[in-house]
């Protein structure tokens, strides 16, 4: 079974980049069974899908944030990466990361990070 | 993009009762469509894939239907460990995605 983990800074400073990283364990990142996503939720509100990746480096965004987002991955660490720049407030939220296959199978526990001065 | 709309946006319901959430595509999205109920501090789960598709380990009182543009998720006798939000999902159009805004069901 397919473990996923976020790891990050919880508090960026508005302007600057936000940085997180999934550490996947369970199953290889290279599997072909698999593309690999970041999904967030603001305080009290819904889910927005982020971005995907596979592991052969294809990425897909969310058209909304695509100028802001890079979505990476390190098949030597089994992890991916997602940068968001230029944050602002509207960017505090939980992230999560998650498999895909294409629905979202294995969620892992989601990271709350705050963007405040 | 596919636009999902869930309803109604609260949901109250007595424990052992049925209880029918709604999700509508604003184009068809086949049967490309899932279902996750998510807990206060936890992260979504998996419930139904393929509009009507069980995941593993999903309780039998959780039944999808539906194709094309209108959805339903079914609990049929409301347990206590139900009360939590549900989103629906398409993915016809994957790897691009869209989430409804959730139902969040409640104890009457």
């Known amino acids: 079974q397919l473990q996923l983990q976020e790891s990050g800074p919880g508090l960026v400073k508005p302007s600057e980049t936000l940085s997180l990283t999934c550490t996947v364990s369970g199953g290889s990142i290279s599997s072909s069974s698999y593309y690999w996503g970041w999904i967030r939720q603001p305080p009290g509100k819904g889910l927005e899908w982020i971005g995907s990746i596979y592991y052969s480096g294809s990425t897909y965004y969310n058209p909304s944030l695509k100028s802001r987002v890079t979505i990476s991955v390190d098949t030597s660490k089994n992890q991916f990466s997602l940068k968001l720049s230029s944050v602002t407030a509207a960017d505090t939220a939980v992230y999560y990361c998650?498999?895909?296959?294409?629905?979202?199978?294995?969620w892992g526990q989601g990271t709350l990070v705050t963007v405040s001065s | 993009e596919i636009v999902m709309t869930q309803s109604p946006a609260t949901l109250s319901v007595s424990p052992g009762e049925r209880a029918t959430l709604s999700c509508r595509a604003s184009?068809?999205?086949?049967?490309?469509l899932a279902w996750y109920q998510q807990k206060p501090g936890q992260a979504p789960r998996l419930l139904i894939y393929?509009?009507?598709t069980r995941a593993t380990g999903i309780p039998a009182r959780f039944s999808g239907s539906g194709s094309g543009t209108e959805f339903t998720l079914t609990i049929s006798s409301l347990q206590s460990e139900d009360f939590a939000v549900y989103y629906c999902q398409q993915y016809n159009n994957w790897p691009l995605y869209t989430f409804g805004q959730g139902t969040k069901l409640e104890i009457k």
């Open positions: 998650a498999s895909i296959r294409p629905d979202l199978d294995y």
């Open positions: 393929g509009a009507s």
């Open positions: 184009q068809s999205v086949s049967s490309n």
